[in-house]
Nanobody
Framework: QVQLVESGGGLVQAGGSLRLSCAASGLTFSTYVMGWFRQAPGKEREFVAAVSRSGLTTYYADSVKGRFTISRDNNKNTVCLQMNSLKPEDTAVYYC????????????????WGQGTQVTVSS
């Protein structure tokens, strides 16, 4: 059974930082593209970032480019999202996702996703 378990969310002031982590189990982690999505209240789920199987290629939404960094550790089956210079509009539930194809993750299609972790940025 595939499990993606997010952690690291919380409440932070605007301009602050948070680091989200996602621990994966039940899948051959290194064969999956990993990504993060987010969903704010009343809004559609939004792509945030994705990282290739090797970790060498990353892709970001324009809204987070230059502020967020996605990384993975294939030895520990984890993917992280370092979020700096946080803004109130970054407030959302953040979900870790996994799929076999980079373009599918980028386009909002994925085989697996976690339960999410809440990030709240106060102004």
């Amino acid at each position: 059974q595939v499990q993606l378990v997010e952690s690291g969310g919380g409440l932070v002031q605007a301009g602050g930082s948070l680091r989200l982590s996602c621990a994966a189990s039940g899948l051959t982690f290194s064969t999956y593209v990993m990504g993060w999505f987010r969903q704010a209240p009343g809004k559609e789920r939004e792509f945030v970032a994705a990282v290739s199987r090797s970790g060498l290629t990353t892709y970001y939404a324009d809204s987070v480019k230059g502020r967020f960094t996605i990384s993975r550790d294939n030895n520990k089956n984890t993917v992280c999202l370092q979020m700096n210079s946080l803004k109130p509009e970054d407030t959302a539930v953040y979900y870790c996702v996994a799929d076999s194809y980079f373009t599918r993750v980028r386009d909002g299609e994925y085989d697996y996703w976690g339960q999410g972790t809440q990030v709240t940025v106060s102004s």
